[in-house]
Each structure stands twice: as C-alpha cells, then as structure tokens.
C-alpha cells in the first residue's frame, strides 16, 4: 500500500520560513518524479514545485521561484519543499504527490499517489 504522509507545516509571520517534509512508502520512491500542490480554499490546487526522480531536474511555479527550494533524498525515501520568505497569499494546505509521466509534471493529473496534505498558514 503506497504512502505519502507530510509534515512540517503549521502557523508563521510573513517573512518566515517552513520546511515540509514527505515520507513515501510501498513504492519505489526512486523511480518517481515527485511533486508538491497547494490548495487554499475555494480555489483549485496548483502546482508549486516538483523534482525529477534523480534529483536532476527541479521545476517550480512562478510564485514561489526564489523563495522555494525542493529536494529529495532517495536513501531516505523523502522529499522536501524548504520555504523562505513566506508571504500570506502561501496560505493553503500542502500535498505531496508521485507520478511516472514527466511531461505531466506540472499538472495534478500527472500524479498517481497523493499525500493527505499539512497547513500552512501564514500570517500577516
């Protein structure tokens, strides 16, 4: 049974950072490119930034370019989104997804396995 369960979100000033975690298991985490979505509510989710399944390759939204860095350690079995420079309009909740199809990489329908996601809420 796949897993990806988040952590690391929670309440912070704007300016702040935050760093999210994502642990996977029943997959073979190495093989798949990963990504992290945000959703606040009544609005769709949205990309924010993915990596390829070695690392290689980062791609990330316009919103958050600069500010957010992704990274995964494949030993580990984890991917991060390390966040600075935290702006209120990053409010939302935070998933972690894994997928196969790379050309698909920056839309919610190219991942197979979706996190539960954490909040991140940033306060003014």
Not at 107 to 123: A, C, E, F
Request: glycine fraction near 12%; aromatic fraction near 12%.
């Amino acid at each position: 049974q796949v897993q990806l369960v988040e952590s690391g979100g929670g309440l912070v000033q704007a300016g702040g950072s935050l760093r999210l975690s994502c642990a996977a298991s029943g997959l073979p985490f190495s093989s798949y490119a990963m990504g992290w979505f945000r959703q606040a509510p009544g609005k769709e989710r949205e990309f924010v930034a993915a990596i390829s399944w070695s690392g290689a390759s980062t791609y990330y939204a316009d919103s958050v370019k600069g500010r957010f860095t992704i990274s995964r350690d494949n030993a580990r079995n984890t991917v991060y989104l390390q966040m600075n420079s935290l702006k209120p309009e990053d409010t939302a909740g935070y998933y972690c997804a894994a997928g196969k199809r790379t050309m698909q990489i920056r839309i919610p329908g190219g991942y197979d396995y979706w996190g539960q996601g954490t909040q991140v809420t940033v306060s003014s």
